[in-house]
Antibody
Framework: QVQLVQSGSELQKPGASVTVSCKPS????????IHWVRQAPGQGLEWIGWINTNTGNPTYAQDFAGHFVFSLDTSITTAYLHISGLKAEDSAIYYCARGDGTGYFLDYWGQGTLVTVSS | DVVMTQSPDSLSVSLGERATISCKSSQNILYTSDNKNYLAWYQQKPGQPPKLLIY???TRQSGVPDRFSGSGSGTDFTLTINSLQAEDVAVYYCQQSFYTPRTFGQGTKVEI
């Protein structure tokens, strides 16, 4: 069955960087896109962007460009979200999700990774 | 960015009754070339990731009970939950995927 397993919670200081990993299984990695979504505590969902797992080409929502970077390691079929220059407002749960066959909808989600930014 | 506005922000429904959630897009998300609305509904229960319920505005994802239905076109969409069950308590989000960024509505909390 399809699963996306994310790395564990992180506590980081302001200005630091963090990398969240997402390891899908149960399907061919390069055949489906990976999307990243943020959810601040008690808040709604924000779409950060997506990465084409076949070409490695990322697309970012403008609000997140430069501050957030997607990458892949296809040898271990893992996707990464790297956040640099962390601010308190980056404290949130970060989800990876698989794009469905069309790429337009998110049919499987990781369990989420809590990133807390605090001095 | 396309703004997705849901209403109400929350609603309380009795068991077995119907819940109706509205989602309005600030721009048309019906692509005339394929006659598809690029709109999905997600359900998020406390402490869990979201779950895809409906895509193309009205197609139920595999395994989703048929008491969930989606309708609408263009800029106005509706999620209906018929005969609400206790396990339907959750926050429901709409998302458009026609434009980048793929924006979500603010969410609607459904309670018993």
């Amino acid at each position: 069955q399809v699963q996306l397993v994310q790395s564990g919670s992180e506590l980081q200081k302001p200005g630091a960087s963090v990398t969240v990993s997402c390891k899908p299984s149960g399907y061919t990695f390069i055949k489906s896109s990976i999307h990243w979504v943020r959810q601040a505590p008690g808040q709604g969902l924000e779409w950060i962007g997506w990465i084409n797992t076949n070409t490695g080409n990322p697309t970012y929502a403008q609000d997140f460009a430069g501050h957030f970077v997607f990458s892949l390691d296809t040898s271990i079929t893992t996707a990464y979200l790297h956040i640099s220059g962390l601010k308190a407002e980056d404290s949130a749960i970060y989800y990876c999700a698989r794009g469905d066959g069309t790429g337009y909808f998110l049919d499987y989600w990781g369990q989420g990774t809590l990133v807390t930014v605090s001095s | 960015d396309v703004v997705m506005t849901q209403s109400p922000d929350s609603l309380s429904v009795s068991l077995g009754e119907r819940a109706t959630i509205s989602c309005k897009s600030s721009q048309n998300i019906l692509y005339t070339s394929d006659n598809k609305n690029y709109l999905a509904w997600y359900q998020q229960k406390p402490g869990q990731p979201p779950k895809l319920l409906i895509y193309w505005a009205s197609t139920r994802q595999s395994g989703v009970p048929d008491r969930f239905s989606g309708s609408g076109s263009g800029t106005d969409f509706t999620l209906t939950i018929n005969s609400l069950q206790a396990e339907d308590v959750a926050v429901y989000y709409c998302q458009q995927s026609f434009y980048t960024p793929r924006t979500f509505g603010q969410g609607t909390k459904v309670e018993i």
